[in-house]
C-alpha cells in the first residue's frame, strides 16, 4: 500500500484548546438559543402579568451571566484537564504519527501505544479549524491532524482528499 499522507501531530495546550472551541461549538449554540427562550419567556410573562420586578430581572441576568461564563470557559477548562491529565500519565505531550493510504487511515500514538486502524467509509465527521483537521471516528474518539505537522503531502492537499475518500463523513 502507498502512503499518501503522513502526518505528526502533538496534543499541545493550543491545539486541545483549538479542537475544543471548535468540537464545542454546539454547546455555545444551544446556549444562546436557551437564553434567548429565557428572555422571551420571562418578558411575555411580565407583560401578562403586568408586573416588572427588578429582583427577578436582576435575578434573570445574574444566572445568564454565571452561565454565559461558565459556556465560554468550558473549552479551556476541557483543554487544560486533557493536558494535565496527558502530564500526569505521559510526562510529556503525546505525539500521534497518523498514515493516510488509498483506502484507510492508521495511526499510533507514540506514547499510549494505542493504535487505530480505520476504513474512510468508517469516518464519521471532519472538522476544519486554522491549525487542525479533526477528524471523528466511531466511539466519539477524535483524531487531531495539524496542520503544520505533514511529513508527506501537505494540509492544501489533504482537505481535498479527505472528501473524495470520505464520502459517509460530515464535512464542518
Known amino acids: 500500500m502507498n502512503c499518501k499522507f503522513e502526518n505528526i ?3 499541545k495546550k493550543e491545539n486541545l484548546l483549538e479542537m475544543y472551541k471548535r468540537t464545542l461549538r454546539k454547546s455555545f449554540m444551544i446556549y444562546g438559543i436557551a437564553v434567548i427562550v429565557l428572555f422571551l419567556i420571562f418578558f411575555a410573562t411580565s407583560l401578562l402579568t403586568r408586573s416588572f420586578s427588578l429582583i427577578y430581572t436582576a435575578l434573570y441576568v445574574v444566572i445568564i451571566l454565571i452561565a454565559g461564563n461558565w459556556v465560554l470557559r468550558m473549552p479551556k477548562k476541557s483543554a487544560e484537564s486533557t493536558y494535565a491529565n496527558n502530564q500526569e500519565q505521559f510526562h510529556c505531550e503525546p505525539q500521534t504519527h497518523t498514515f493516510f493510504y488509498e483506502n484507510e487511515m492508521r495511526g499510533k500514538n ?3 501505544g494505542v493504535e487505530i486502524r480505520i476504513p474512510y ?3 464519521v465527521m471532519v472538522m476544519e479549524t486554522k491549525n487542525l483537521f ?7 474518539r477524535m483524531v ?3 496542520k503544520r505537522g505533514f511529513q508527506r503531502g501537505s494540509s492544501s492537499e489533504f482537505g481535498a482528499f479527505l472528501r ?3 464520502t459517509a463523513a460530515k464535512f464542518c
Request: charged share 30%; proline share 5%; hydrophobic share 30%.
Open 144 to 146: 487531531l491532524v495539524d
Open 110 to 112: 507514540n506514547q499510549s
Open 9 to 11: 501531530s502533538v496534543q
Open 164 to 166: 473524495e475518500k470520505c
Open 121 to 123: 467509509d468508517q469516518i
Open 134 to 140: 479533526l477528524i471523528r471516528i466511531p466511539e466519539k
